[in-house]
């Protein structure tokens, strides 16, 4: 009995074998008569397939409904014979689905090119200069209100007072040195600019910067401004601080026509801001605005205008005395001691006086 089950077993397989059929065939392009190789062939709702190989050639097992696909094709379904199959694929445009990306496009910190040192976009690997530069991202995260915030974080760099003035590389570099998209000129000395309107701060270090028209060997701060965009985009910000730093900022920017010819871009910032000396205030306006026409691919004209107004105190800084002749006492006075403060100067004068008859009668 289990003899009988055996031979019917091979039987029906043997049968099974006969009736499945060999399929053959050759894939290739219809245009250039050329063999894919890769290309997919499957047996329609079936887990039967293979792909096709260099000559373009396939072979399996089976009936029914062939299709045939491949990256940049049409896809091809036709009835399988036991013949061989000669298939074309015809070429077509593929079409990618569009994909919206909301956000920064990079958050790095760091920018891998420059435009200071050669007026063009250049690699920083390929520059054969010094360069810090300030991204947008660390202006922003950083939360630097003012030119001096953002450009403490380059190396070499460091402010030199409370005023609009730094020291590079040891050097002192007063508002001369100080660019606005590659063009020199005339800075706040007493008081910093804002950065509302700022795209990145490049600073090229070392006497390169004579490039820039600059008289200062320590090196240039160049400032890029925000240039107008294609895309819709409106920001408003609000921030407050310590000394009483209250700050406003907008930021517009799109298309003006359908064909995104014409752009526009609108910077505004106010703000205001106390110190920690007596009687010391920064109240600064801005407004930025910009616009660009991109009649084609190869052509841009960009117009912009920045108005800044900035009223603010002097701050010479705080004085100190000495308890005897030759020394000098740091905390003498108050660091809140504000020296052009209203009705302190005759104060100022009788401690000096008194201090000065103190070290002449201890002599």
């Given at each position: 009995?289990k003899?009988?089950?055996?031979?019917t077993?091979?039987?029906?397989?043997f049968c099974?074998?006969?009736n499945?059929q060999?399929?053959?065939?050759?894939?290739?392009?219809t245009d250039?008569?050329?063999?894919?190789?890769?290309?997919?062939?499957?047996?329609?709702?079936?887990?039967?397939?293979?792909?096709?190989?260099s000559?373009?050639?396939?072979s399996?097992?089976?009936?029914?409904?062939?299709e045939?696909?491949?990256?940049g094709?049409?896809k091809?379904?036709?009835?399988?014979?036991?013949?061989?199959?000669?298939?074309?694929?015809?070429?077509?445009?593929?079409?990618?689905?569009?994909?919206?990306?909301i956000?920064?496009?990079?958050?790095?910190?760091n920018?891998?090119y420059?435009?200071?040192?050669t007026?063009?976009?250049?690699s920083?690997?390929?520059?054969?200069?010094?360069?810090g530069?300030i991204?947008k991202?660390?202006?922003?995260?950083?939360?630097?209100f003012?030119?001096?915030d953002a450009?403490?974080?380059v190396?070499?760099?460091?402010?030199s007072?409370?005023?609009?003035?730094?020291?590079?590389?040891?050097?002192?570099?007063?508002?001369?040195?100080q660019?606005?998209?590659?063009?020199?000129?005339?800075?706040?000395?007493?008081?910093?600019?804002?950065?509302?309107?700022?795209?990145?701060?490049?600073?090229?270090?070392g006497?390169?910067?004579?490039?820039?028209?600059?008289?200062?060997?320590g090196?240039?701060?160049?400032?890029?401004?925000?240039?107008?965009?294609?895309?819709?985009?409106?920001e408003?910000?609000?921030s407050?601080?310590?000394f009483?730093?209250?700050?406003?900022?907008?930021?517009?920017?799109?298309?003006l026509n359908?064909s995104?010819?014409?752009?526009?871009?609108?910077?505004?910032?106010?703000q205001?801001?106390?110190?920690?000396?007596d009687l010391?205030?920064?109240?600064?306006?801005l407004l930025s605005?910009?616009?660009?026409?991109?009649?084609?691919?190869?052509?841009?004209?960009?117009?912009?205008?920045?108005?800044?107004?900035?009223?603010?105190?002097?701050?010479r800084?705080?004085?100190i005395f000495?308890?005897?002749?030759?020394?000098?006492?740091?905390n003498?006075?108050?660091?809140s001691?504000?020296?052009?403060?209203?009705?302190?100067?005759?104060?100022?004068?009788?401690?000096?006086?008194?201090?000065?008859?103190?070290?002449?009668?201890?002599?």
């Amino acid at each position: 009995m289990k003899k009988f089950y055996t031979i019917t077993f091979l039987f029906v397989l043997f049968c099974m074998q006969v009736n499945a059929q060999t399929i053959r065939g050759r894939v290739v392009d219809t245009d250039t008569k050329s063999p894919i190789y890769g290309a997919s062939v499957q047996l329609k709702s079936t887990n039967i397939g293979t792909i096709t190989d260099s000559l373009g050639n396939f072979s399996l097992n089976g009936e029914g409904i062939l299709e045939i696909s491949y990256v940049g094709y049409q896809k091809y379904v036709i009835p399988a014979t036991a013949s061989f199959m000669d298939i074309q694929l015809r070429s077509i445009s593929p079409e990618l689905q569009a994909v919206e990306v909301i956000g920064r496009k990079a958050q790095d910190y760091n920018s891998a090119y420059s435009f200071s040192a050669t007026k063009i976009a250049i690699s920083n690997l390929e520059l054969p200069q010094s360069l810090g530069t300030i991204t947008k991202e660390l202006i922003a995260d950083r939360q630097a209100f003012q030119l001096a915030d953002a450009v403490k974080v380059v190396s070499g760099v460091t402010p030199s007072s409370f005023y609009n003035q730094y020291n590079i590389r040891g050097i002192s570099q007063n508002e001369e040195g100080q660019i606005i998209n590659g063009m020199r000129t005339r800075q706040f000395y007493f008081i910093q600019p804002l950065t509302s309107n700022i795209e990145r701060v490049e600073v090229l270090k070392g006497p390169a910067s004579i490039t820039m028209s600059s008289v200062d060997p320590g090196g240039s701060i160049n400032m890029v401004t925000k240039k107008p965009l294609a895309e819709t985009k409106r920001e408003i910000s609000l921030s407050a601080g310590s000394f009483s730093t209250l700050r406003a900022t907008l930021d517009f920017t799109g298309a003006l026509n359908d064909s995104k010819t014409l752009l526009y871009r609108l910077n505004g910032a106010y703000q205001e801001a106390k110190s920690y000396r007596d009687l010391v205030n920064n109240n600064s306006f801005l407004l930025s605005p910009s616009f660009t026409y991109k009649p084609n691919e190869k052509t841009s004209v960009n117009v912009e205008m920045d108005y800044e107004s900035i009223n603010g105190n002097l701050d010479r800084g705080q004085p100190i005395f000495g308890a005897k002749a030759g020394e000098t006492e740091l905390n003498s006075t108050p660091i809140s001691l504000n020296l052009g403060a209203p009705k302190r100067l005759f104060c100022i004068q009788r401690i000096y006086l008194n201090h000065h008859a103190f070290a002449t009668n201890s002599t």
